[in-house]
């Protein structure tokens, strides 16, 4: 099976503060990579399919990229509803395994 | 709207048995795969199984294959999964999840509690 890892696991930033979330695939994923954001008693949200695509209604400060082993969630001007935990997701073949999650806190 | 309401989740002794449901409704159900997706408490996500459109593939997580079983009715609109010989391990809140073109999950139900405990 593909593992995913993410780093870091925790982030502290402010408000304003663009931040960066790595996620990287034991073997080639092309771009079959989303990116989620889930905050503490709800299901998580689909921010990103396709590495770089923006799902609708996500707002443009969210970005993707990468491809093939190691990628990149961006969030250019971190705003207060941002602070969450945020999982990659690799749908190159089963298992559809989740990265262990990097949980974006106040500093 | 896309709406997933999961039911079922309670707890169970370990080794009991108990099935799940998600009643779905708001897009096609019969012309979508579906999804089971778990997180224990405190832990990440864990893709748990999936079922084509059709029904007639399935697959799963390898710490839940030959226990769990996925299975839907078009009739009902219904995603069920009956999970056996239950561990410990599989304490967590079961989400039902809508893959979209391919199996990322672009809906989500509000999750179900199984709880595996003596």
């Known amino acids: 099976d593909i593992q995913m890892t993410q780093s870091p696991s925790t982030l502290s930033a402010s408000v304003g503060d663009r931040v960066t979330i790595t996620c990287r695939a034991s073997?080639?994923?092309?771009?079959?990579l989303a990116w989620y954001q889930q905050k503490p008693g709800k299901a998580p949200k689909l921010l990103i399919y396709?590495?770089?695509s923006l799902e609708s209604g996500v707002p443009s400060r969210f970005s993707g990229s990468g491809s093939g082993t190691e990628f990149t969630l961006t969030i250019s001007s971190l705003q207060p509803d941002d602070f969450a935990t945020y999982y990659c997701q690799h749908y190159h073949s089963v298992s559809y395994t989740f990265g262990q999650g990097t949980k974006l806190e106040i500093k | 709207e896309v709406q997933l309401l999961e039911s079922g989740g309670h707890l169970v002794q370990p080794g009991g048995s108990l099935r799940l449901s998600c009643a779905a409704s708001g897009f096609t159900f019969s012309g979508n795969a579906m999804s089971w997706v778990r997180q224990a408490p405190g832990k990440g996500l864990e893709w748990v199984s999936s079922i084509s459109r059709s029904g007639s593939s399935t697959d799963y997580a390898d710490s839940v294959k030959g226990r769990f079983s996925i299975s839907r009715d078009t009739s009902k609109n219904t995603l069920y999964l009956e999970m056996s010989t239950l561990r410990a391990e599989d304490t967590a809140v079961y989400y039902c999840a809508k893959p979209a073109l391919y199996f990322y999950f672009d809906y989500w139900g509000q999750g179900t509690l199984v709880t595996v405990a003596s």
């Open positions: 073997q080639s994923i092309s771009s079959w």
């Open positions: 396709q590495a770089s």
